[in-house]
């Protein structure tokens, strides 16, 4: 985690400018000189932009285009992807003000969503819980951090089910959507949703800023029941299958998938035969044989 530089106050730094413009613009341009440092000195640090290294020079056309509301996230050549690392590696463990959140939020976004960079989750679920202690708004950054679409946001999460603090824990049996304590138990229990499911867990594109309780990651279970992962192009004999399927209530479907995806990975030529079968037939079986395995 990087600290401020007491070095970098806004005082320090005009005054080092004053005395030494060469001075100045060498620990700008330092390697302990962090993004907080540069947010923080904007009004001092413009003075000099023309003599900054090409990161810090860019970030500060970054800050400035998006207090100025200009659009930025498509702009590869001048932001480029070390920049917002710099800005992200050395910025995510603050949380200075509404417009300080805003800029992270928006290189977060481009980070994940122009860049594909997932390496950086770790961090960014680091950030929801930060800003959480804080009282700061987190829908932007939950929703970030989610249409990543990718599994690996859902198990770094869960890991916190077993904190000690409750008000942690609490939040991340919100943002999964699972109910129980912050015990071993629900977290084996998440775990094994999750090993179940993998390859037919999607994206619903639900958030909270239009919900109070969304469900943003779900199971397909249409694709589990014919163990295709989700988004796979289905054949017409899928394509039948599935409606038949669809016209089930949820608690059958929730049964008759479990047992189907079973059947796949234990018995490939049997479960070839059973999805055969009428849908009836599969539904009593399901009904003896799901229940007793």
Not at 77 to 96: K, P, Q
Request: hydrophobic letters at 35%.
């Amino acid at each position: 985690m990087h600290n401020i530089n007491r070095a970098c106050t806004t005082d320090n730094l005009l005054n080092l400018l004053n005395k030494s413009k060469d001075q100045a613009v060498k620990l700008i341009n330092s390697q302990g000189f962090n993004f907080p440092d540069l947010y923080v000195n904007i009004s001092v640090i413009d003075n000099v932009i023309d003599y900054l290294n090409d990161t810090v020079k860019h970030a500060v056309l970054f800050i400035h285009s998006v207090l100025n509301q200009e659009k930025t996230k498509k702009n590869k050549n001048l932001y480029e992807h070390a920049v917002f690392r710099w800005i992200f590696d050395t910025g995510f463990s603050f949380c200075i003000d509404d417009d300080y959140n805003e800029i992270l939020n928006i290189t977060v976004s481009s980070l994940i969503n122009t860049y594909k960079d997932i390496s950086i989750l770790p961090n960014v679920a680091n950030m929801i819980f930060i800003r959480y202690r804080q009282s700061a708004n987190t829908h932007d950054i939950v929703w970030a951090y989610f249409r990543t679409e990718s599994i690996l946001c859902l198990k770094i999460l869960s890991a916190r089910i077993l904190s000690k603090d409750d008000k942690e824990a609490s939040l991340v049996r919100k943002l999964l959507n699972i109910d129980g304590e912050n015990n071993k138990q629900t977290y084996y229990r998440y775990i094994k949703w999750i090993e179940e499911n993998e390859p037919f867990i999607y994206f619903t594109g639900e958030s909270y800023q239009y919900s109070s309780a969304p469900v943003i990651y779900k199971v397909d279970k249409d694709c589990k029941y014919i163990c295709k992962k989700h988004g796979s192009v289905l054949s017409i004999d899928e394509k039948k299958h599935v409606s038949e399927f669809k016209s089930l209530d949820e608690q059958q479907k929730d049964l008759l998938s479990s047992y189907s995806y079973k059947l796949f990975k234990t018995d490939r030529e049997y479960w070839r035969s059973f999805l055969g079968m009428p849908i009836d037939k599969q539904l009593s079986e399901s009904n003896v044989k799901g229940v007793l395995s």
